[in-house]
Each structure stands twice: as structure tokens, then as C-alpha cells.
């Protein structure tokens, strides 16, 4: 197999191999019992393998120290991304929650009272949050697609919309909701504010899961005269765009990564099954069309791993990281497409069985050419940036 160090130092790629043999020695037993789609590990299995991740010192590696997570600098999670995800749930539950599940980054943001409430609870694993952008209306320009408003009264700000495509809504205790705070039109780029909403409170409810393509049901919010006190508001008032936009570009590459990851594994999978699969004879090792298809997804991969980990170094280092993240998100999810749709064609029809992750791969990866940003949407930042 060809291999490229990247440039990685040697204790990133000891990370990287500590990291691979957990998922091939932990998670993936735990996993093979379970059924194909699903979308949780067992709860006692969770904690059990909680504790090994927490005497790796690699329990929530993305949070600080000081909150009690590992404090891995922005590339090196970008790596940790890349290989957790190697398995059957791994674009929906990277490591299946044993690491932690997912903090939201614009809690750190927030009030030393809200920290303590949400973000501190999160991080030890009591909590899950949600967080809601997208809206019936639209979602590629959340700035001018938002409809759900706050309206400032003496008991605080009351909410009237809905938010739609929100996961994880039936497991969160509170939900990051992104509202226009002005009375200017529909349409125009408005005043943006972020509110923390805990569930159960009166005028806030979810709906019934909305059937998708992956395993992962969405939810729809809705808010009806919901009374939030001043208190929930996160950052300042008609600061949410600037929270908004940090954390989507900033996502964008850990996202990538898992993409990236997942690739990498099916090409795996392609290749030993090519060598062991025999047709008329020869193994479809030996068909110049099946070697056309591992070596077109190998370079593939390698292109897609080079712009992710570039633009991963560029946010690490505090440099502008915009187009790259851009670049990194389409090329990825692109890129992991195409590449799990060869590795079923290989396996043919063992590549459609639920015996193999691959179905629920190219299922999963077939939303991420829409989730954080539509491909075409990136192209039109690219473009926009070239011509800017």
C-alpha cells in the first residue's frame, strides 16, 4: 500500500496508530453486535470503554485541559477525526461516543454562569446539546434565510419559528438556537442572536423524527411565544453571525477528516477483497478495470488528505483558513463518494449487503455533499474568493 508520512512528526503518528488500534480492537467488537444501522452504542458499554478512553488521557481530546478534556491542538484533532471514524458509525458517532460525544465550540463563548451550566456538563458527559441554524426556508445563507425572531419584552425574549434538520434533538437537555432580533424584511441580511433554550420549556417542542436516508432520524423545532430569559442569551446581542460563521468554517475540516477517513477504509476493504475475489479464473485483482478503480480512488484520497491537512495546519496556526476549509469540505465528501461507490462495485454483491459497512457508508456520505454546506455552495465561496 502506498504510504506518505505527510510530514507528520513521530509522536503524531504514534497518536494516529493508538488511535487506529482502539477503533480495531475496541470499538469495532462492540459494534459487530450490534445492528448495522444502529445509531448508539450500549450505554454500558459506553461507560466501560469511557474508562480506558479517560486512562489514555484521551477522554473529549478537542476540549481544554482546564475543562477536563485532553487539549489537542486543532490539527492534531483533525487526525484524531480522521482515523476515529473508522467504522460503521463512524460519520454519525466518530468512536461511538466513548471519547465523549461532540461539545459545541460557541459554548466556550459563553457567560462563566453558562459554562458552568452547559458547557462543564457536556464535557463530563452529563448533557448532550443540540444546535439549530437551518430553518424550512432554507439553510445555505442562514443570514437572510432566518425567519424564527426574539422579541425583547420585561421578562425577557420571546420566540416565534421553527428550526428543521436538527440532530440529536431527542437526546439534548438544552438546544443553541439562532434567531433574528430586528424587525427589518425577510430576505435582507438581519440582525443574528444566539439563545441556549433548555428543553421542556413552555412554548418550545419537537416533532416526530423526519425519515432520511441514514440511519439518523432529524427533528424539527418549533417555537411558539417561548419565553427565554435575558441570561440565555449567548454572546451579545446581534453577535450570532460572527459566532455562526466561525464555528461552520472551523467544522468544516474535522468534517472532512472523518470523510477522508472513511475513504481510506473502504479502499482497504477493496483492496483485500480484490485479491481474495476470483472471476473466470483470475482474481478481480488482476481485471485492469478493477486496478483503474483502486488506483483512481488512491489518488483521490491522497489529494483529498493533503487540502484537508492543509487547511487543518492553517487553522492551528492562526492563519486564514476560509477557502481552505471550503476546499477541504467538497473535495472530502466528493471525494469519500466516490470512492465507497467503487469499493461496492468491487465487492458487488457483497458491497450492497448490510454485512459490510459500505451501504450505510455511501448512505451517510451521501448527506455530507449537503451537510455544512452544499458542494455547490462552496464552489461559489471558492469561485468567489478567486475572482474577489
Not at 458517532?93 to 451550566?117: C, D, H, R, S
Not at 437526546?171 to 421542556?200: L, M, N, Y
Not at 481485471?287 to 491522497?302: F, G
Request: charged fraction near 25%; include cysteine.
Amino acid at each position: 500500500m502506498y504510504r506518505n508520512d505527510y510530514g507528520l512528526s513521530d509522536e503524531l503518528k504514534m497518536f494516529q496508530d493508538t488511535i487506529r488500534k482502539f477503533v480495531k480492537n475496541e470499538i469495532l467488537p462492540v459494534e459487530h453486535k450490534l445492528d448495522p444501522d444502529a445509531i448508539e452504542f450500549p450505554k454500558e458499554e459506553i461507560e466501560r470503554l469511557r474508562e480506558k478512553t479517560r486512562a489514555m488521557g484521551m477522554y473529549q481530546p478537542a476540549a481544554p485541559v482546564e475543562f477536563g478534556g485532553a487539549g489537542l491542538d486543532f490539527f492534531a484533532n483533525t487526525l484524531f477525526m480522521e482515523e476515529v471514524s473508522k467504522h460503521r458509525q463512524g460519520l454519525y458517532n466518530a468512536g461511538g461516543g466513548v471519547f465523549g460525544y461532540a461539545v459545541n465550540p460557541i459554548l466556550y463563548m459563553g457567560t462563566e454562569e453558562q459554562k458552568e451550566k452547559y458547557l462543564k456538563p457536556c464535557i463530563r458527559g452529563e448533557m448532550r446539546g443540540c444546535f439549530a441554524i437551518t430553518e424550512p426556508s432554507g439553510g445555505s445563507d442562514p443570514a437572510r434565510a432566518i425567519r424564527t425572531r426574539a422579541r425583547k419584552t420585561d421578562r425577557g425574549w420571546v420566540l416565534n419559528g421553527s428550526k428543521t434538520w436538527i440532530s440529536f434533538a431527542n437526546q439534548a437537555k438544552f438546544v443553541t438556537v439562532f434567531v433574528r432580533t430586528d424587525d427589518g424584511p425577510i430576505g435582507t441580511r438581519g440582525e443574528i442572536t444566539c439563545f441556549i433554550v433548555e428543553s421542556g420549556t413552555p412554548g418550545y417542542t419537537i416533532s416526530s423524527p423526519i425519515p432520511v436516508i441514514r440511519p439518523e432520524a432529524p427533528y424539527e423545532l418549533i417555537f411558539e411565544d417561548c419565553l427565554v430569559p435575558e441570561a440565555q442569551m449567548l454572546g451579545r446581542q446581534g453577535g450570532g453571525f460572527e459566532l455562526l460563521t466561525s464555528l461552520l468554517t472551523q467544522n468544516r475540516i474535522p468534517y472532512a477528516a472523518q470523510c477522508v477517513g472513511i475513504a481510506q477504509e473502504a479502499l482497504e476493504m477493496a483492496i483485500a477483497y480484490s485479491k481474495i475475489r476470483e472471476t473466470f479464473g483470475k482474481p478481480l485483482s488482476d481485471r485492469q478495470a478493477i486496478q483503474w478503480m483502486l488506483a483512481d480512488s488512491a489518488l483521490e484520497i491522497h489529494a483529498a488528505r493533503l487540502v484537508v491537512y492543509n487547511a487543518a495546519r492553517c487553522r492551528a496556526e492562526n492563519k486564514p483558513f476560509r477557502i481552505e476549509s471550503s476546499m477541504a469540505k467538497l473535495m472530502a465528501s466528493e471525494v469519500a463518494l466516490n470512492v465507497v461507490d467503487r469499493a461496492i462495485q468491487i465487492h458487488g454483491g457483497m458491497g450492497l449487503s448490510k454485512e459490510l459497512p459500505l451501504e450505510r457508508w455511501y448512505r451517510e456520505l451521501r448527506t455530507r455533499r449537503i451537510g455544512e454546506g452544499p458542494s455547490e455552495v462552496h464552489r461559489m465561496v471558492i469561485s468567489r474568493e478567486l475572482l474577489s
